[in-house]
């Protein structure tokens, strides 16, 4: 009985953990999209991939997990450049990616 206990806490902790990390792609895919938008170029496979994560304290203090995301972007059609972003407690903490030419 006890097994099952653990067992069950084990799955449950695995559950919040993956609706955490999708719901934190989401974000980051949202924002990959937005900043593509924004600064004229074609965003590159409609996705986001996980790059890593860390534990970060945010403005408050409080430990938290960081997720960090790549995707790419095309300025013509023809060429693939890479951007990425840092996510902790849904915030964007870092950004690297297409921003709008000025002529």
């Known amino acids: 009985m006890e097994n099952m206990l653990w ?21 980051a895919i949202e924002i990959g999209r937005q900043a593509c938008r924004e600064a004229g170029v074609q965003w590159l496979d409609q996705s986001v991939h996980t790059t ?11 430990l938290g997990l960081e997720r960090s995301y790549r995707f790419e972007y095309s300025r013509d059609g023809h ?3 890479t951007g990425s972003m840092s996510l902790l407690a849904g915030e964007l903490t870092r950004f690297v990616g297409p921003v709008r030419e000025t002529d």
């Open 7 to 27: 067992a069950l806490l084990a799955v449950g902790a695995l559950m919040v953990w993956v609706n955490a990390s999708r719901r934190a792609a989401e974000q």
């Open 79 to 81: 060429d693939r450049h």
């Open 52 to 62: 890593g994560f860390r534990l970060r304290r945010d403005r408050d203090g409080r």
